[in-house]
């Protein structure tokens, strides 16, 4: 289960997504959710299977965002459903609130959001804040990840502190300068065990085919 998990978003992304998990992976990123619903299945089956290899060459996962887990083993559904979860390697849920906690029964973790506030997430009333995140993870059957608005390590200590067992970061990462030396700094304040983190596993600066290939994505 990841206790540090990127969401991917090529529209608010400072650079082609597959540079950015290039740049996260070097600062001990090992877990990312492919998210791009938008895409059509072909292209985000492509996207999918740049972004597992970059992973696997370090030991990592990639999560897709829905019920189709992309050739892969993993998968994060919504609230909404399917219900029950599929049988995969490893299952995630999108949660608000305690009645979609109250719902979950064999997934291996839940995101629960928004815990900041974030643009992201407009339409899922006000952010729960470390008091509300801490009232609903001790609610929770299992693991819960803090999702929204997560910027700094005091934010992702504070979401620790709280009980959350791990943090989800998406657009402060997808929107930095240094991808690498934030994610870093993010890792280490969720606990992350450092040999869990490898420095240069790969190239930080994409191969131009690849940029190219992630432009077209957009």
Do not use: Q
Request: net charge positive; with cysteine; hydrophobic share 45%.
């Amino acid at each position: 289960m990841p206790r540090f998990l990127l969401l991917t978003d090529r529209r608010s992304a400072r650079r082609p997504v597959e540079d950015v998990v290039r740049a996260a992976i070097d600062g001990g990123a090992r877990h990312v959710l492919l998210r791009e619903r938008d895409l059509p299945r072909p292209r985000r089956l492509a996207l999918a299977g740049r972004l597992r290899a970059l992973l696997a060459a370090a030991g990592g996962r990639l999560i897709v965002a829905g019920p189709d887990p992309l050739d892969g083993d993993a998968i994060h559904l919504p609230a909404a459903g399917p219900y029950p979860p599929p049988r995969l390697g490893l299952v995630g849920r999108s949660c608000h609130g305690t009645a979609e906690l109250g719902r979950l029964t064999t997934e291996d973790f839940a995101t629960l959001s928004p815990v900041f506030p974030t643009a992201a997430k407009p339409g899922y009333g006000p952010p729960l804040g470390t008091a509300g995140l801490r009232t609903l993870v001790a609610a929770a059957p299992g693991p819960v990840l803090a999702l929204g608005g997560i910027t700094t390590a005091d934010e992702v200590a504070a979401c620790r502190a709280a009980g959350a067992a791990g943090v989800a970061v998406m657009g402060a990462v997808m929107r930095a300068a240094d991808p690498a030396g934030l994610v870093a700094a993010l890792v280490s304040a969720a606990g992350v065990p450092a040999a869990g983190v490898t420095k240069s596993v790969v190239r930080r600066t994409a191969p131009a085919t690849a940029v190219a290939r992630d432009r077209e994505d957009a």
